[in-house]
């Protein structure tokens, strides 16, 4: 079983940037899409940003597309997630998951390990 490890959290005024990683285990990083989630307090968790196994694919959600950028360095085993331009509204828990398949998928049951995630506050 993978292990995903997220950092980068933080707390920021709005309009600023941050960067979250996600370190994966294993030696099979490549093999696997990746995505980002994030719940807010009282919300359910929602889809954030996909990105293919080789990083020449990538998918949004509405609400981040234009400010976040997802990318990957199989080298490192590692996924990112570039916010910038925040707002309030992102605050949240992010987390970092491997997905099952290589279709872009935008839902939680297409991904299949997660990671403990980490805190994101957006001060207006």
């Known amino acids: 079983q993978v292990q995903l490890v997220e950092s980068g959290g933080g707390l920021v005024q709005a309009g600023g940037s941050l960067r979250l990683s996600c370190a994966a285990s294993?030696?099979?990083?490549?093999?696997?899409?990746m995505g980002w989630f994030r719940q807010a307090p009282g919300k359910e968790r929602e889809f954030v940003a996909h990105?293919?196994?080789?990083?020449?694919?990538?998918l949004y959600a509405d609400s981040v597309k234009g400010r976040f950028t997802i990318s990957r360095d199989n080298a490192k085993n590692t996924v990112y997630l570039q916010m910038n331009l925040l707002k309030p509204e992102d605050t949240a828990v992010y987390h970092c998951?491997?997905?099952?398949?290589?279709?872009?998928?935008?839902?939680?049951?297409?991904?299949?390990?997660w990671g403990q995630g980490t805190q994101v506050t957006v001060s207006s």
């Open positions: 998951a491997r997905a099952r398949g290589l279709i872009p998928a935008t839902y939680e049951a297409a991904f299949d390990s």
């Open positions: 294993g030696r099979t990083f490549s093999n696997y899409a």
């Open positions: 990105i293919s196994r080789n990083g020449d694919s990538e």
